[in-house]
């Protein structure tokens, strides 16, 4: 088992992470740390494991730019130090089990033949996105993708990095800018990530939660 960190680290880090809205546009997260990022963003859980998501990283200022404008103009597409764009593939085919289970076999030594039930399983279901989780491929795959968001804005915090969810954006215009539907993904929604400007307000505002006991039942 790796190393843990104590309750107390962990429920500091997570009330110490806010939704960054001003970003000091001086300060860049430095290139190991954001590969580390990277990693979390590609070890994010996933139904059957099947990774039907892309993670785009848009360091263009141009680019970022352009995407600011189609963002309600808020100022973190810009002012951030990184920016990644969660996308969802748009279609899940047999074919994409295939590459999948190609993956399995290579990473793990398996057969194929070994995998044919789990293949079978997989492609059944990705076929008939009725029977999916949310009973259509859109919501299928869009809720994957909140996954990782997840685990990047925990994992950021942890780091010490700070880091805005955004939903705030018009997915049409971020796919055309992206040129995204040619590669068969959608933007569904992005995160921001540097270190706050010290004079961003809401570093300072008390979190508003609901209280556990109206969030969370036991029964
Ligand atoms: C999916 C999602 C989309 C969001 N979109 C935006 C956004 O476009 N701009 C923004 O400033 N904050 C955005 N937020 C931040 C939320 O307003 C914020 O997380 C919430 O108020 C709770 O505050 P906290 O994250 O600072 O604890 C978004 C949060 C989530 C989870």
């Not at 590459?99 to 079978?120: C, F, H, P, T």
């Not at 700070?162 to 992206?178: H, Q, R, S, T, V």
Request: glycine share 6%; net charge neutral.
């Amino acid at each position: 088992m790796p190393n843990t960190i104590t309750p107390a680290d962990l429920l500091a880090s997570l009330s110490w992470r806010y939704a960054t809205k001003k970003f000091d546009p001086s300060k860049k997260i430095d290139a190991a740390l954001w590969s580390t990022l990277e990693q979390a963003l590609v070890l994010s859980p996933s139904s059957y494991g099947l990774q039907a998501w892309r993670f785009v990283v848009v360091t263009d200022t141009a680019t970022r730019q352009k995407l600011r404008a189609v963002s309600w103009n808020q100022p973190q597409i810009t002012d951030a130090s990184h920016m990644v764009v969660f996308c969802r593939k748009n279609e899940l085919t047999a074919a994409d089990v295939d590459v999948y289970v190609d993956r399995i076999a290579q990473v793990r030594g398996a057969s194929k033949a070994d995998l044919e039930g789990y293949r079978n399983m997989m492609v059944g279901s990705v076929t008939n996105p009725p029977s999916l989780p949310g009973g259509d491929m859109v919501t299928y795959t869009r809720s994957q993708v909140y996954i990782a968001l997840g685990q990047f804005l925990t994992a950021a915090a942890l780091l010490g990095v700070d880091a805005c969810p955004m939903e705030g954006f018009d997915p049409k215009g971020y796919n055309e800018i992206l040129n995204l539907p040619a590669q068969g993904y959608s933007a569904v929604v992005v995160a921001t990530a540097g270190y706050r400007a010290a004079d961003d307000m809401f570093g300072t505002m008390k979190k508003v939660r609901f209280e556990a006991k109206d969030v969370i039942k036991h029964v």
